[in-house]
């Protein structure tokens, strides 16, 4: 386990899937990440890549052959290697291997990068391209919130704060996780999403066309929050497990395949790719206040 901390943050990091497991505020002591109760939803904040959401057929296809790929991909199962660390900078990396070539035939080195500056954690994913052609991914992030923050709240105290006031209207899946081309418009109040225990009954909300590149978890009883800035990422999932005291808050580059054909990988919707020997590189941040 890899600890950073500062006078304001102390976060954990473990080496499976350099999965962040801990985000504690020390001046008011609250533990602001999902602690991974495994009979409700095992994990903490696991990072998806090289593909975001599930494949059709679970398989990814790429220069006319098919590969057996996992829903959010490998990376979150992969133990990490920590080429650097300091009191508050960390760099994880997952190097291109005969197990990853089972299901992604690229050469690449997948580094997962944590910096704690005040009150700040930047996580920022670089894919280094090590091939001789081009490399096609996708990637994202998953982090799970714990709500309420505080002893005697309700979950119903809290929303989730847009920093622009837009209609919200989310992608609808299919009951295997597939974009099946439907829409449903998500009431909000002003700029605010209410959380209720029944908002993800009907799987993830899926935003495609924000405006907000901001959200904030917030609650009218305090001034406590978790701010998610995800400037590059123009994508973005909130989802919990239904009745669940955790709200995720998940930018993506790339999403779940949409029903209908299998399309190749340089097709998917919102793919990324490297040139060879180029690096690729995205950041998102975590607030606490």
Known sequence: MTTLENDHLRVSIRPKGAELT?????????EHLWQAAPDVWGWHAPNLFPVVGGCLNNQLLIDGKTYPIERHGFARQSIFETTESSATHAVFSLHSSDATRVHFPYEF???IIYELTDSTLT???RVVNEDEKMVYF?????PAFAVP???GEAYEDYFI????????????LSAAGF??????PVPTVGNRLPLTKHLFDQDALVFKELASRRVAIRSDRHEHSVTVDYPAFPYLGIWAKPGASFVCIEPWLGCADSEGPQKPIEEKEDIQHVEPGQVFTASFTVTVA
């Not at 996708?138 to 998953?142: D, F, P, Q, T």
């Not at 847009?162 to 992608?171: A, G, I, S, Y």
């Not at 974009?179 to 449903?184: A, L, P, S, V």
């Open 179 to 184: 974009f099946n081309g439907e829409t449903k």
């Open 161 to 172: 704060e847009f920093d622009q006031k837009e209609p919200l209207e989310t992608h609808m």
């Open 138 to 142: 996708s990637v994202g992030a998953h």
């Open 123 to 125: 996580i920022t994913y």
């Open 109 to 111: 080195d997948f580094q």
């Open 149 to 151: 923050f505080l002893p």
């Open 22 to 30: 801990s985000i504690l505020h020390k001046a008011s002591g609250i």
